[in-house]
């Protein structure tokens, strides 16, 4: 039986395990905070472009039991390393290997502290290049890449499938403040269902809801974008181009949405994390600036605080809650409303 571990933003676990299952089979084995274990009856084949709500992709080594707070627990998991994941390792015939931690928790030890123990295991063992987090040394081509998790007592291990993480998009190559998680972006655009004429995302930034969602629905529905800053405008522009799709991506105000199209379903994160804290008064101001378009769409998608679900309640709209995930630390939900 081989098992792959799956890596999602939080909330996105379920999501992003029936996805992988959809297209490759294989049957849930565990769901834990950003993780899903798939198990297989056979080696399969598989294509990292193909998924889109996962973070990472790994071949699971096997939990490490007896882990604690403390560095002196460490020792179970520098055994085990040296125990079992040398053999793997060496059949990759790896060049460079970069071991990355996380865990859960207050621990007595840092990640960097963990890393070192597990780089200096491996490089006891095998002639290798250890690229080194602490030190920030830049990716490689060809790196195998390590990765734990420890959540409560235990030591998640796994070797990536692929060189780089799976949510970098190639497309993306500029970097623009309050740029969505391309997975989250492609949970999101996973609930367009009903037809319209056209998708749109009023606040679309640097483009990466529209450009997810071209996965999803027909593909032949025009995408457009609206944003009042050029300099969003401009990095949408090229990152479309950058996917050789149509996209039309217009500098304009979304108030003004309704008076250029009809028939349109919405996909957005507005900015209400910019501009107002989820508890700010002001924020039901901007809540009603949205209504006028909300009540004209087919339907809406948004990532919004949860007092926008309060909001909706009062202005008699029928929505529901997809999932909850966190955005920069904040808490945020994806509300569907019909």
Same mark, same amino acid.
């Given at each position: ?93 790896? $060049? ?104 749109? +995302? ?24 609206? +944003? ?8 949408? $522009? ?14 304009? +105000? ?19 994390? $910019? ?8 924020? +039901? ?54």
């Amino acid at each position: 039986m081989l098992t792959h571990w799956i890596r999602s933003a939080v909330g996105l676990e379920t999501l992003a395990a029936n996805e992988f299952i959809a297209k490759f089979g294989g049957s849930i084995k565990q769901l834990s905070h950003r993780s899903a274990l798939v198990s297989f009856e056979a080696e399969i084949k598989i294509n990292p472009h193909s998924l889109r709500m996962a973070d990472d992709i790994y071949t699971y080594y096997g939990p490490v039991s007896n882990i604690d707070h403390t560095k002196s627990s460490l020792q179970h998991l520098k055994q085990w390393a040296a125990d079992f994941l040398i053999d793997p390792i060496e059949k990759l015939s790896a $060049k460079y290997i970069r071991t990355t931690v996380s865990f859960l928790g207050s621990r007595n030890y840092n990640r960097f502290f963990v890393e070192s123990i597990l780089n200096q295991v491996i490089q006891e063992h095998v002639e290798v290049t250890i690229l080194s987090n602490e030190q920030s040394e830049t990716w490689k081509s060809n790196e195998t890449r390590i990765r734990v998790h420890i959540e409560d007592s235990l030591a998640h291990i796994g070797i990536a499938l692929f060189d780089k993480p799976i949510h970098r998009r190639d497309w993306r190559t500029e970097s623009y403040e309050g740029q969505l998680h391309p997975p989250v972006a492609s949970a999101i655009a996973s609930y367009i269902s009903k037809p319209v004429s056209c998708v749109v +995302d009023p606040f679309c930034g640097s483009g990466t809801l529209l450009i997810e969602s071209l996965n999803y629905g027909d593909p032949n529905i025009p995408r457009i974008g609206y +944003d009042i800053n050029p300099e969003a405008i401009e990095i949408a $522009k090229r990152n479309v181009e950058r996917n050789g799709i149509n996209v039309l991506i217009e500098q304009k +105000d979304f108030s003004l949405l309704s008076e250029n199209i009809s028939n349109f379903g919405i996909i957005s994160n507005p900015p209400w994390g $910019k501009k107002f804290k989820p508890d700010s008064p002001e924020l +039901d101001n901007f809540y009603a600036s949205l209504y006028p378009i909300l009540i004209q769409a087919e339907w809406s998608i948004l990532l919004m605080p949860e007092s926008f679900a309060e909001w909706m309640l009062h202005n008699s709209l029928k929505f529901e809650t997809l999932f909850i995930t966190r955005i920069r630390g904040q808490v945020v939900h994806a509300y569907k409303i019909k």
